[in-house]
């Protein structure tokens, strides 16, 4: 078995700043892709970025310039560094991975349960 457990997540005002964690623990061979995604009420879940084994990332463009992606490979772990936060970055942000818990297994793709971020004034 393989969790995923974010934290990072809270209220914060135009233009602050928010750092999300993701760490996984279970079963794991390898991690190929990590990344976040987000979910706002009454909308479907999007990409927000995403960064692979080798250490490339992809961003969607609404954040491109305020959001960073790294990950620790040595902690199973992702982040999230978003700057200049806007009131449409609010929404649910979930952890996701591709994770590999035996070399004989094909990877596979989990969750984590979400973090709000809400941004206000």
């Known amino acids: 078995q393989v969790q995923l457990v974010e934290s990072g997540g809270g209220l914060v005002q135009p233009g602050g700043s928010l750092r999300l964690s993701c760490a996984a623990s279970?079963?794991?061979?390898?991690?190929?892709?990590l990344g976040w995604y987000r979910q706002a009420p009454g909308k479907q879940r999007e990409l927000v970025a995403t960064?692979?084994?080798?250490?490339?990332?992809n961003y969607r463009d609404s954040v491109k310039g305020r959001f960073t992606i790294s990950r620790d490979t040595a902690k199973n772990a992702v982040y999230l560094q978003m700057n200049s936060l806007k009131t449409e970055d609010t929404a649910v942000y979930y952890c996701?991975?591709?994770?590999?818990?035996?070399?004989?297994?094909?990877?596979?793709?989990?969750w984590g349960q979400g973090t709000q971020v809400t941004v206000s004034s």
């Open positions: 996701n991975a591709v994770i590999k818990s035996l070399e004989s297994l094909p990877f596979v793709t989990y």
């Open positions: 960064i692979n084994s080798g250490g490339r990332t």
């Open positions: 279970g079963s794991i061979f390898s991690i190929n892709a």
